[in-house]
C-alpha cells in the first residue's frame, strides 16, 4: 500500500503531466555500467582489472536480477494510474539497474576520478524521477530499488574480493616425488 506522500506525488504528475513520456530512462540506467569500460579504455587507473569488472557486473545483475524479479513475484504491488493492471511494481528494475551501475562506477573509480566516480548517482537519481513522473513507479519503488542494488553490487565486490583472496588448492603432482630430508 502506497503512503499519502507517494499518492500526492502520483496525483500532482497524473494531474500536471498526464501524457509525459520519454524512453531515455531505459537508455540512461545502462551509462554508469558502460562509463566504467569506456574509462577503462582510456587507460584510467580503476580498483578493479577489467575481466575482474565483468566478474563483478555479472555477480552484481544476477543478485539485482534474483532479488528484485522474487520481490517482484511475492508482493504484487500495482504500478501507478493509468498502468494500474500491472502488478509488478515493487521494486522498480530500472532503479536497481541504475544504482547498481552508479555504485559500481563508484567503486572503481572513486579514488583516481572522485567527482567523476558521484556522477553515476546523477544518473541513477534522474532515472528514478523520470519512473515516478512517467507514472511507472511509486516513490518507494524507486528507493527500494536504489536500496537493492546498491547492496548487490556492495555484495558483488565482497564476494569476487573474497574468492580473488583465497589461496589457490595445492594439486598432487603424481610425476613430482615429494622428497624430505632426514638426518643421520
Known amino acids: 500500500m ?3 506522500i507517494g499518492k500526492s506525488i502520483h496525483k500532482y504528475f497524473l494531474a500536471n503531466h498526464p501524457f509525459f513520456k520519454t ?3 531505459d537508455q540512461l540506467k545502462w551509462i554508469p555500467f558502460g562509463m566504467v569500460f569506456f574509462l577503462d579504455l ?3 587507473q580503476a580498483r578493479s582489472a577489467w575481466k575482474k569488472q565483468v566478474l563483478i557486473l555479472g555477480a552484481a545483475e544476477a543478485i539485482k536480477y534474483l532479488v ?9 504491488e500495482h504500478r501507478p494510474a493509468p498502468y494500474e493492471m500491472s502488478r509488478h511494481s515493487f521494486p522498480s528494475g530500472h532503479s536497481c539497474t541504475s544504482f547498481s551501475g552508479a555504485e559500481f562506477l563508484h567503486t572503481e573509480f572513486k579514488s583516481s576520478l572522485p567527482v567523476l566516480s558521484c556522477a553515476g548517482y546523477v544518473a541513477a537519481a534522474t532515472v528514478g ?4 513522473v512517467k507514472n511507472r513507479h511509486w516513490v518507494r519503488d524507486v528507493i527500494a530499488g536504489a536500496v537493492i542494488g546498491v547492496i548487490a553490487t556492495k555484495l558483488a565486490y565482497a564476494l569476487v574480493d573474497r ?11 603424481g610425476n613430482r616425488e615429494e622428497r624430505t630430508q632426514t638426518s643421520n
Open 129 to 132: 524521477v523520470i519512473r515516478v
Open 2 to 4: 502506497e503512503t499519502s
Open 23 to 25: 524512453s531515455i530512462d
Open 163 to 173: 574468492g580473488s583472496k583465497s589461496k589457490p588448492v595445492k594439486m598432487y603432482d
Open 68 to 76: 528484485s524479479d522474487s520481490l517482484k513475484k511475492l508482493t504484487h
Open 42 to 44: 582510456l587507460g584510467i
